[in-house]
């Protein structure tokens, strides 16, 4: 009956020791249970002369067997406090028994290794053993790092190593000989382990401490705007001042690709207008401030051109001294009146044309002792003058010109069409037989060679037509002045 009972008291114990669980002390485990585990007995004899056994009705000679829960072996700082921990002793006839403890051998205050013996001895006199080593450890330098164990910084941030603190017990602060191992470089994304060593008067190390210091990409931001005034295919090109450029082909907004970080600096510059617009820049550099830089505005504006003309005297010495005015007319929006004397000095319309506007200018009165001008462009003369407004100012200029005329009323010219091609200046002339005069309308200037052929028609009933002067259907010769009898006549 009373192994029975010390069975019911033990049970719980041995069911929870047989489990496979972390390590618990045995004041941890009686907590658990509910159960009262005496304290270790110290001093107890190694023998069995303390112990009768009465009258057993077998033979016993399996010692009991003992537990530890603790650290084996365990290890203490120098001077650091011991505190003792007793083993459970279970017999398989006798239940609990008590478990008697040696540890007079541990002292703290000397580095060192000791042997702490725990016995226990059942009724029948058997006898077990269990040792604990216990070892003391030389007092290391103590480390304690200052400010956060895990920093995080942006990249480009500047980093300031707080450093850690040192203190051993006999050689007191040793702050200032602690070493640290590795580098931040905020330059660089990444993850930078610190190391803090420090060792006391007789080389003995603290324990290494570790700071992580973890530099993240800096965020970085976009810049451009907007641009107004493009029409149609127009397009302008910017360039920043990475040289990268942009073409922008409508009014909408634009942002380069390249990216900066804050309190970097752009700058962007203007390449390439549409023909005929001016392009204006507001905005167009500054200092990136932490957010994507959108107010860069382009602007752009037609420009207006001018049409200005001017009137040149004649290189012929008999009218080179002679006065003229000419009035000139324009039909843009209304109607402008320009005039030009014989100061050759140029002289501007007054209203304004852009590029692509439809502009007409005619000649509409020229007083003078010779009666023809004509605007002179790209070599050719003409009294009227159409066309489109270029790019650019235009600047014409207006010359004296002479003119061919004759009489197609010779015999025989009948009713018939005739031809006269001027070869010089590639002008044809179409005349009706049995008209009073013609006039070749494409003019010449002075000292201009003209070189005229006529084509009788197929359908004729006569000859061939010639000129009069020349008998011949050609007529050629330098203009120095208006030719009026350059007449025809066919023969039968």
């Known amino acids: ?17 047989g489990c496979d669980q972390d390590p618990k002390s045995l004041q941890a485990i009686a907590q658990e249970r509910e159960i009262s585990i005496p304290a270790c007995v110290t001093n107890a004899p190694h023998t069995t002369q303390p112990y009768t056994k009465a009258s057993p009705t077998h033979t016993d000679t399996t010692p009991p067997e003992l537990t530890f829960y603790g650290d084996n072996p365990l290890t203490l700082q120098q001077g650091e ?45 058997n006898l077990a053993h269990l040792e604990r080593i216990v ?28 450093g850690a603190s040192a203190y051993d017990l006999e050689d007191g602060n040793l702050t200032s000989q602690v070493i640290i191992s590795g580098e931040v470089n905020t330059s660089q994304v990444g993850r930078t382990l610190l190391r803090y060593d420090v060792n006391d008067s007789e080389g003995n190390p603290a324990h ?26 127009e397009s302008v090109i910017v360039i920043d001042e990475a040289g990268d450029s942009l073409t922008l082909t409508s009014n909408t907004s634009f942002a380069f690709l390249q990216r900066l970080h804050s309190q970097e600096h752009y700058g962007i510059s203007l390449t390439v207008s549409p023909l005929g617009k001016e392009c204006t820049l507001l905005n167009a550099s500054g200092t990136i401030a932490d957010d994507n830089v959108t107010d860069i505005t382009i602007s752009c504006h037609p420009i207006p051109f001018t049409i200005q003309c001017r009137a040149v005297r004649d290189a012929n010495p008999d009218h080179n001294e002679s006065d003229f005015t000419i009035d000139l007319n324009s039909t843009q929006t209304h109607q402008q009146l320009l005039t030009l004397d014989q100061d050759q000095n140029p002289m501007r319309f007054k209203d304004s044309w852009y590029y692509h506007d439809a502009y007409e200018l005619f000649i509409t009165r020229v007083k003078s002792d010779y009666p023809y001008f ?25 010359v004296p010109t002479y003119r061919i005329h004759g009489d197609a009323s010779g015999s025989n010219t009948g ?46 009933p006569h000859g061939e037509c010639t000129f009069m002067d020349t008998s011949s259907t050609a007529f050629e010769g330098v203009m120095d002045e208006n030719i009026d009898t350059i007449d025809i006549e066919c023969y039968e």
């Open 208 to 233: 290494s401490l570790y700071r992580s210091v973890e530099v993240l990409p800096a965020p970085t931001y976009r810049y451009g705007g907007s641009v107004t005034g493009l029409e149609g295919n």
């Open 374 to 398: 004509d605007f002179k462009q790209d070599g050719i003369l003409s009294p009227h003058l159409t066309g489109e407004m270029p790019p650019h100012d235009l600047n014409l200029t207006l």
């Open 81 to 125: 406090s011991y505190q003792r921990e007793c083993a459970l002793g279970i017999d398989e006839t006798d239940g609990q028994v008590t478990v008697y403890i040696d540890d007079t051998q541990v002292d703290t205050s000397r580095v060192g290794e000791y042997t702490i013996l725990f016995s226990a001895v059942d009724l029948a006199g």
């Open 135 to 162: 070892r003391i450890l030389p007092n290391l330098p103590m480390l304690t790092l200052i400010g956060d164990q895990n920093l995080t910084l942006i990249e480009g941030a500047c980093y300031r190593e707080r």
């Open 1 to 17: 009956m009373r192994l029975l009972s010390r069975l019911l008291i033990v049970l719980p114990l041995l069911l929870l020791l």
């Open 415 to 460: 009713d018939y069409k005739y031809t006269i091609q001027n070869h010089a200046n590639r002008s044809d002339v179409t005349i009706d037989g049995g008209e009073s005069s013609y006039q070749i309308a494409y003019p010449v200037e002075y000292n201009e060679e003209f070189n005229l052929t006529l084509f009788t028609p197929e359908d004729a």
